[in-house]
């Protein structure tokens, strides 16, 4: 989509630190981590928002999901731990309009959720 950080992330246009990917899914390290461990998981198709995901987009958040078990085996977190989360619209924190999910880790994280 024009003008999408992360379609442009996705095509390649502007770099991103790539940890894993595959047909449909990219993860790359976030660019301001709030852990040691903080990736980026998108669909490399546009969907905004987890609300706007229809079926495909369902299909591209279980590859999501499959991809994080991939990530944390790769960032070594996959024994000690961590979290992924989506946040969703402007309550929800969303900043970057692309859907995505975090995973974060590295160390013990906390239960706040604000
Ligand atoms: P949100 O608040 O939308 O869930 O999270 C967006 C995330 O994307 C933030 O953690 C932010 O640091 C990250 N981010 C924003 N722009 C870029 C970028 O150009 N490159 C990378 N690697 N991460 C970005
Ligand atoms: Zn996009």
Same mark, same amino acid.
């Given at each position: 989509m +024009?003008?999408? $950080?992360?379609?442009?992330? *996705?095509? /390649? ?5 790539k =940890?894993?990917? &595959?047909?449909? =899914?990219?993860?790359?390290? @976030?660019?301001?981590?709030m ?8 669909p #490399? %198709?546009?969907?905004? &928002?987890?609300? @706007?995901? @229809?079926?495909? /987009?369902?299909?591209d =958040?279980? *590859? ?8 944390? %085996?790769?960032? #070594?977190?996959d024994?000690?731990?961590? %979290?992924v989360? $989506?946040?969703?619209n402007? +309550?929800? /924190?969303q ?7 975090? !995973?974060?880790?590295?160390? #013990?994280? %906390?239960?706040? !959720?604000?």
């Amino acid at each position: 989509m +024009e003008g999408c $950080i992360f379609c442009k992330i *996705a095509a /390649g246009e502007i770099p991103g630190r790539k =940890v894993y990917e &595959t047909q449909s =899914v990219l993860a790359f390290e @976030d660019i301001h981590p709030m852990a040691p461990v903080h990736v980026i998981i998108i669909p #490399k %198709r546009h969907v905004a &928002t987890l609300m @706007d995901a @229809d079926a495909e /987009g369902m299909a591209d =958040v279980q *590859a999501m999901m499959a991809a994080a078990q991939e990530v944390a %085996r790769i960032k #070594k977190v996959d024994q000690r731990g961590f %979290r992924v989360v $989506i946040n969703c619209n402007e +309550e929800g /924190g969303q900043v970057v309009f692309h859907l995505h999910m975090h !995973l974060l880790g590295g160390l #013990k994280l %906390r239960d706040g !959720l604000a």
